[in-house]
């Protein structure tokens, strides 16, 4: 095999992107190898643009076509576990659209049956971690640089989604279309990228809104304060109804800080002393000469760094990678296992909104399935009309 055959399922914005990338070339060691969507337009549009390339209306048969090496699952939510399992019972590879799923007990599912098999590829497409200031921030994290963390904030609002947009189709922002509005729809990456360099919270505590500025059943405003277990906390903020946005991620350690701006723009701030030393030792001359305005660089070096990143190549960067692991065993830089972390915390969000009380990370994920469901009979009881 020199090239990945891959089956995109779902012609939408996002498959419709990688088919995009692949057939323009940008993806050196891929080609579509088919495609499958269950609507008609979608069918016109496909021999329209890739008249040579298979399309199949149901995608069982395009997995036992011949036709795919692998596939990509960009469909609904709730899709991705069924259909990943389904291709990896055929000796399929997959990567999984994000989230990896709703609800952790599906989640589990798919991953438990990728174990049983080792020789398939199975990832993730977390895109951002293929981004390059991420990758330098969780470097210098893992690298102790500025030593054990103690707090996380990270506010981003940059997802403005106006009404038209949940109008567009029936399924979008409802329980049963989608399993969730803002935390699994806009966030997961920075859900994935939060527990990717910080770790995974032990608890969490979280007020979100239902509605607030939206006409919607599902949450369009979230406050969560994370609890890392040692005396380490966290913030973190989202929503779709600011239209000005901020991204501002925050880490404090014991020997210094990280801000990212924009997700362009690292600013890197090293204590010459720990923290803890400067506390025990520091005159109270040198505290009032540094609250008055004294020279912080006696206290900390500083380091910015700028990155750009051109639209694609993060999603392109994905592909590539997925292909070379089934090509060439090179490592994968996100595995498919690693999708259900950003769910747990996406779930012991929702839920501790739910039950208005701090939920542990993972939750009981009965209980979970069955707050879920309770939304969905409302929501089927009292349908908001699009």
């Not at 069982?60 to 795919?68: A, K, N, Y």
């Amino acid at each position: 095999m020199k090239k990945v055959r891959l089956g995109i399922i779902g012609l939408g914005a996002q498959g419709g992107a990688y088919a995009g990338f692949i057939s323009e070339g940008r993806v050196k060691n891929m080609e579509i190898g088919a495609i499958s969507d269950i609507e008609p337009e979608k069918k016109k549009l496909a021999e329209e643009k890739y008249p040579d390339v298979p399309f199949y209306e149901d995608y069982i048969e395009m997995l036992e076509s011949g036709d795919v090496d692998a596939v990509v699952t960009t469909v609904p939510h709730y899709l991705h576990p069924e259909m990943g399992i389904e291709a990896l019972k055929r000796d399929i590879h997959v990567l999984g659209e994000k989230p990896a799923g709703v609800y952790t007990k599906q989640v589990k599912e798919l991953n438990d049956f990728a174990v049983t098999k080792p020789e398939l590829t199975f990832a993730i497409m977390f895109n951002q971690r293929t981004n390059e200031l991420y990758q330098k921030v969780k470097e210098i994290v893992d690298n102790g640089e500025i030593g054990n963390i103690r707090r996380t904030n990270w506010m981003i609002t940059t997802w403005w989604r106006p009404q038209g947009y949940y109008d567009q189709s029936a399924w979008r922002a409802t329980w049963e279309g989608e399993g969730g509005g803002v935390l699994v729809n806009q966030a997961p990456h920075q859900l994935d990228l939060l527990q990717w360099i910080a770790g995974m919270p032990k608890k969490v505590y979280s007020n979100v809104k239902y509605g607030y500025q939206r006409d919607i059943a599902v949450e369009d405003e979230v406050t969560t304060i994370l609890d890392y277990g040692n005396g380490a906390t966290g913030v973190f903020v989202t929503c779709t109804h600011d239209a000005i946005g901020t991204d501002r991620f925050e880490i404090l350690g014991d020997n210094g800080k990280i801000v990212v701006d924009d997700s362009k723009k690292v600013t890197v701030k090293r204590l010459k002393k720990p923290e803890s030393e400067m506390s025990k030792t520091m005159s109270m001359m040198e505290v009032a000469k540094l609250v008055m305005g004294g020279q912080a660089d006696e206290l900390y070096d500083t380091e910015v760094l700028e990155f750009e990143s051109v639209w694609g190549g993060q999603h392109v960067a994905v592909l590539e990678n997925f292909a070379a692991n089934i090509l060439d065993g090179e490592p994968l830089i996100a595995p498919g296992s690693d999708g259900i972390n950003g769910v747990a915390l996406a779930n012991a969000i929702h839920l501790s909104s739910w039950l208005g009380k701090e939920v542990e990370v993972p939750v009981d994920e009965e209980v979970y399935l069955a707050e879920l469901n309770k939304r969905i009979q409302e929501e089927k009881a009292n349908p908001i009309k699009k």
